[in-house]
């Protein structure tokens, strides 16, 4: 599986901003979803030198881009965050991002 050099790659602000590219009854990878994150959350899903999001990557099975720094969701200060994969994958990923997000804000 090829996931990419840090660069480019993010996480999720569980804020339900949804724009839900996904094919229905699509299992083969193909699925898209893009979220918004807060702005100022990049980094904490990211972790050094990307390391937490390419665990998330590995572990879930999906894709996950971030857009460029100020290339927000229409409207917001959130980032745009696309994560590809099989519904399953995405599932996980948006999990293990969640949790993580929710720990550092809790703190």
């Not at 339900?16 to 193909?30: A, F, I, L, T, V």
């Amino acid at each position: 599986m090829n996931y990419g050099p840090p660069n480019g790659i993010g996480g999720r602000y569980p804020n339900n901003r949804y724009q839900n590219k996904m094919e229905p009854n699509s299992e083969d990878g193909n699925n898209s979803v893009t979220i918004g994150v807060a702005d100022e959350r990049i980094g904490l899903v990211l972790g050094r030198n990307g390391r937490s999001v390419m665990e998330i990557s590995q572990v879930s099975g999906a894709r996950i881009k971030i857009s460029d720094r100020g290339d927000f969701m229409s409207g917001t200060s959130d980032r745009k965050v696309t994560i590809t994969g099989s519904q399953r994958a995405i599932s996980i990923a948006e999990s293990m991002i969640s949790k993580k997000v929710a720990t550092v804000t809790e703190s």
